[in-house]
């Protein structure tokens, strides 16, 4: 347990049972809590490490509240709702930026009912459809996430901020709810919550040397690069995005990383993973033995937000071993 934290870690080399996204129903508080532990988790782990790059990067976790009073803009839609969230223009690169809803399901209902969301991004010209998700409601009211990454990137880039429109189809007709902001209930109002990444140039001393430093690329030793080792073995990149890999939905982050996977030639002598890699290229000369293998040789851990196995309603945090491939070499 980290004692600057409370969060317990585990490496696990996958959840015992596999909890499902569409159930999820967290609580903002819980959101942006254990959020702020993941982060605080990667930064302490990788301030451990020894940095070799020439800058740092900095992963930044900001909830806004709806804003009162939206600028510049008329409600063209009439019933459909306008949010406002105070971003302005920033050299930040954001991860992951997610708007969340409350939903209140229709009282006295005997059955589901299913409506339709949707997020669009209000422009000085047409507004633009950015997210939809098809939402099943009962008695029970949930919190509901739509994707709003596009939009927040080009407040950031500078493109003025004239807010989130919100429609729902079906809600008037079935009795749904989608709270806005103007309930007396602030706890259930519109937040819209950003991961972004920000960069810092910093000069190469001993002080970085020994790790004071949120961020570093410990991959580059092994990286493919042209030249003449061009076609031998080597660090190819390998972004895999949780979201889009069958039974890892539940992961909240990291949304994506950089994974990797080796591939290449071995010639003799070339990189070897042991002594007796080295002895093997050079027997395999002779034809007496295989020729050694392109193979992960430092993998490296991944710290991970996660849905809980066993509540719906709370997020964990967790590491797992041997995620990410740092070097490689012919065994």
């Not at 600028?71 to 949010?83: E, K, Q, S």
């Amino acid at each position: 347990m980290s004692a600057a934290t409370g969060v317990n870690y585990e490496a696990p080399n996958r959840p015992l049972h596999r909890p499902r996204r569409d159930q999820m129903n967290i609580s903002e508080v819980e959101y942006a809590t254990k959020y702020e532990n993941y982060l605080q988790t990667v930064r302490e782990n990788r301030r451990l490490r020894q940095q070799r790059d020439t800058y740092t990067t900095t992963q930044r976790f900001q909830s806004y509240a709806h804003f009162g009073g939206v600028p510049y803009v008329r409600d063209y839609r009439g019933r459909n709702a306008i949010l406002y969230f105070p971003i302005g223009p920033s050299n930040a690169t954001v991860n992951q930026a997610t708007l969340r809803l409350f939903a209140v399901g229709p009282l006295g209902s005997a059955s589901p009912c299913e409506v339709i969301l949707r997020v669009y991004q209000v422009r000085d010209g047409p507004a633009l459809l950015l997210n939809s998700t098809v939402i099943r409601l009962h008695l029970l009211s949930r919190w509901v996430e739509l994707d709003v990454a596009t939009a927040v990137s080009s407040w950031l880039a500078g493109q003025r901020n004239l807010g989130l429109e919100v429609e729902c189809e079906g809600c008037s007709d079935k009795g749904v709810r989608v709270l806005n902001g103007t309930q007396a209930d602030s706890s259930f109002s519109p937040v819209l919550n950003v991961l972004v990444t920000e960069r810092e140039s910093v000069p190469r001393s001993p002080r970085a040397m020994g790790g004071e430093v949120a961020h570093y690329d410990d991959t580059l030793g092994t990286d493919c690069r042209k030249g003449p080792n061009h076609g031998r073995c080597c660090r190819h990149s390998m972004e895999v995005v949780f979201k889009d890999v069958p039974g890892f939905e539940f992961i909240l982050q990291p949304y994506k990383f950089n994974a990797g996977f080796c591939k290449g030639r071995c010639p003799p002598r070339y990189h070897p993973a042991s002594q007796h890699a080295l002895l093997q290229s050079l027997v395999w000369q002779m034809y007496r033995a295989p020729r050694p293998c392109c193979a992960p040789h430092v993998l490296a851990d991944i710290e991970v937000l996660h849905l809980d196995e066993t509540d719906p309603s709370s997020l964990k945090v967790s590491t797992w071993k041997g995620m990410q491939v740092q070097r490689c070499a012919c065994s």
